[in-house]
């Protein structure tokens, strides 16, 4: 069963008191801090180490903020709800 209130979800007599999205938070912060430290990487590691470590290091910063940005869109969506009967 889907939880889509008010329309979906509810039980019956049941009624939403109160709701709100998952905030931000830190992820800002986080995701510039590992933007800013990944790029510093790559240009180290193509200065000092040549191209093959360079490529590497790209690939691994991509993937970090891959999942990063994944992780973070899940925090965004996730929305809480108080019920007179129970929390989700």
Do not use: H
């Not at 889907?2 to 995701?31: C, S, T």
């Not at 200065?47 to 992780?71: E, I, P, Q």
């Amino acid at each position: 069963m889907r939880f889509n209130p008010p329309n979906e979800g509810l039980l019956p007599d049941e009624n939403v008191v109160w709701a709100r999205k998952q905030g931000m938070g830190p992820w800002i912060i986080f995701f510039l801090l590992f933007l800013v430290g990944g790029s510093m990487l790559i240009c180290f590691a193509f200065a000092f180490s040549g191209t093959l470590l360079g490529m590497l290091a790209t690939m691994l910063v991509l993937v970090g903020l891959f999942f990063l940005s994944r992780a973070f869109a899940n925090t965004v969506r996730t929305k809480y709800f108080l019920t007179n009967k129970r929390i989700i």
